[in-house]
């Protein structure tokens, strides 16, 4: 089976359990469509379980990118050798972050060995933008907030990482004609979008992140094969 779910935001136990409730097992895909990180109380530790799994495939998100630009930036000892290196940019970056949530990622990142963070950092760095999964007959385009400033002529690597990572898009507005190809996004809560912690179906648009590190939310996953919808 292949499953799909968004913005876990360090809710270590609610992925542990989801991952508990779809019975994922090695003939399983999991997709994670970005915003592992920051927020809850475990981001580093739930990165570190999905680096020892082969078959869990995440996808870029906004907070997951902020964490490693600024944490690849800052992680070194500062010293007076390097201080005028260190970009005050960075720091105004890094106290932004913070107050969006990156504190957490901060704490556990701190308690990690040198190898251990540079390993983190490299797992990171090569998370995708998007993905394509194709089951049965149809498409899913798998990407952290949308497709920003769409046009039908634009193909997917032609979207910069803001406009797949930060660009809200109308969750009620159809992008494609073909009725087989769908999108599916994290990054806007649908509590924000209709008041429901519940994954939202609208225009061939499927938008998945149902606020887990929110005390009304929930964590939420999407079987492809059955569209089955699974919370915690």
């Given amino acids: 089976m292949i499953y799909v779910m968004s913005d876990i935001h360090g809710e270590y136990e609610k ?15 999991l997709f994670v469509l970005g915003d592992v990180v920051d927020r809850g109380p475990k981001p580093v530790t739930t990165l570190r379980d999905m680096m020892t799994r082969s078959n ?3 996808i870029m998100g906004n907070h997951d990118f902020f964490a490693w630009y600024l944490l690849e930036r800052v992680s070194v000892d500062i010293t007076e050798q390097n201080y005028d290196s260190i970009e005050l940019e960075d720091i105004q970056d890094m106290f932004s972050w913070i107050d969006d949530g990156g504190a957490s990622t901060i704490a556990e990142f701190q308690k990690l060995s040198n190898q251990e963070r540079q390993e983190v950092l490299e797992y990171i760095s090569e998370f995708p ?8 007959e149809k498409t899913f385009i798998l ?11 634009k193909k997917l ?13 109308d969750p009620d507005k159809r992008l494609f004609e073909d009725d087989n190809v769908y999108i599916i996004a994290g990054h806007t809560p649908t509590p924000l979008i209709n008041g429901k912690a ?3 179906h609208s225009a061939h648009n499927i938008y998945i992140d ?3 590190c929110f005390d009304s939310g929930k964590l939420a996953c999407l079987c492809l094969d059955t569209m089955q919808e699974f919370y915690i």
């Fill in 15 to 29: 992925y542990l359990k989801m991952l508990d409730c779809i019975q994922f097992s090695e003939k399983d895909s």
């Fill in 198 to 200: 519940e994954i939202y």
């Fill in 143 to 153: 990407v952290h907030a949308g497709l920003g400033n769409f046009r039908p002529d």
């Fill in 129 to 136: 933008l998007y993905e394509t999964v194709d089951v049965g």
């Fill in 157 to 169: 690597s032609q979207y910069t990482a803001e406009e797949l990572l930060l660009t809200r898009g």
């Fill in 56 to 58: 869990v495939f995440p």
């Fill in 210 to 212: 149902c606020g887990a």
